[in-house]
């Protein structure tokens, strides 16, 4: 890794081991740990007197890193450590028995990679966005992630955790992240601050966790309170600020008059900030079952981020069944999550097998999830047509 060499400050630490410590001869020892800045950039160098295997995890508070050195040793030197202006406000340091560890820690959360050198560990904070390293296992999550966009990040927890996550708050930030071995619950808690998550449970287990603003209301148990909205009051609450209340609006109109229905969800569709309002809009234009509502459903079809708006859009295009919608179904039989793979394909055979078997036999050879290539199958020999051509 090069940085540049700008404004160069250096300062360094020595640490000695006590030759009274009863501590082998050939055990390897930290013997030094320099600070650097390079730049923007600020290089910790961790020096050991031989190879030692390293492991890195969060600090308890997610404000530093923790290098831990198995079967090593060292003590500090008594004179404080000086941190130069950069990323690092302080270092730390404790051994036990079988273990040495340095903690790092950072003035905020930012951007790092390590790096094993021939004498010890390199570790370089910078600001620059990194790829994001997330790893899920038994529920448990463990990311270093620096300033990545919080739906990437949301996408990258989805298809790890298999949960579905619906989000009712704006999700147009960067996200900043230090998480070891942490409850997904958790994990959100970091990226989106103090709001409400409301876990939703099927027979096999977890299947959805919510994630909403503290000031927004819960969401309701069913679908409306009595007595019912009306017409009215649905138009109006689109515009609603709380995202769980224009959900409601939207799901209302699905139950009025078409027309003016339409004219009010498809700007919704279009521009709302929240996914799960746009998908339960989606959703609202499929039950008027108007033609009207086809072009905004192939635009979100084509084009929202949120993969859930998507599915909803293909969804609603199946439930009105216009042969308009067939190129661009056919289109997101080829997108990149089965989901919407999935329901491209149950609403071409809704609309009609004879105008899409072409590419259902496709999507039967090729796709690359068994879950939608058994659609197309099914499909197929629902309507007798052989899968081979």
């Known amino acids: ?27 390897p020892a930290i013997t030094g740990v320099t600070v650097e800045g390079h730049g923007d950039a600020t290089v910790v160098d961790i020096r050991t007197s031989g190879p030692a295997p390293y492991q890195l995890s969060a600090s308890d508070d997610a404000s530093g890193l923790i290098v831990s050195f198995a079967d090593a040793s060292y003590t500090w030197n008594q004179t404080r450590l000086t941190i130069p202006d950069g990323h690092v406000a302080e270092i730390r340091g404790e051994g036990t028995a079988e273990t040495a560890r340095i903690e790092i820690r950072l003035r905020r959360l930012i951007g790092f990679a390590v790096t094993a050198t021939p004498h010890g560990v390199r570790v ?25 966009p919080a739906l990437q990040v949301i996408e990258i927890l989805e298809r790890q955790s298999g949960l579905r996550l619906v989000l009712h708050v704006a999700t147009d930030h960067r996200v900043t992240l230090r998480a070891v071995d942490r409850p997904l619950d958790e994990v959100l808690g970091l990226m989106f601050g103090s709001h409400n998550l409301v876990s939703v449970y099927a027979s096999t287990g977890l299947r959805e966790i919510h994630v909403y603003d503290v000031t927004d209301v819960a969401p309701p148990t069913t679908a409306f309170e009595s007595p019912a909205p009306t017409l009215d009051w649905a138009l109006a609450g689109v515009s609603d600020p709380r995202p769980t209340m224009r959900e409601k ?19 919704v569709l279009g521009a709302d900030a929240i996914a799960a309002v746009r998908e339960a809009t989606a959703w609202a234009l499929g039950e008027t079952g108007s033609a009207g509502a086809v072009p905004a459903l192939m635009r979100a079809l084509g084009g929202d981020e949120r993969q859930h708006v998507r599915q909803a859009a293909a969804q609603a295009l199946g439930k009105i069944g216009s042969a308009s919608a067939i190129d661009a179904l056919v289109t997101a039989t080829h997108d990149v999550y089965a989901g919407v793979r999935e329901s491209a394909v149950d609403a071409l055979v809704a609309i009609g097998p004879e105008h899409v078997v072409s590419a259902l036999i496709d999507v039967a050879q090729h796709d690359p999830h068994p879950d939608v290539r058994d659609a197309a199958r099914r499909a197929l020999e629902r309507h007798k047509r052989p899968i081979s051509r």
């Open 1 to 27: 890794m090069r940085f540049a060499m700008v404004g160069l400050v250096m300062v360094t630490m020595l640490l000695a081991i006590d030759p009274s410590s009863g501590v082998a001869a050939d055990r």
């Open 124 to 148: 370089a904070f910078d600001d620059h966005p990194m790829p994001p390293d997330i790893t899920i296992h038994d529920g448990r999550v463990t990311a270093h992630v620096t300033r990545v």
């Open 249 to 267: 609006a939207v799901r209302a109109l699905a139950k009025g008059d078409a027309e003016r229905a339409v004219a009010a969800l498809v700007p």
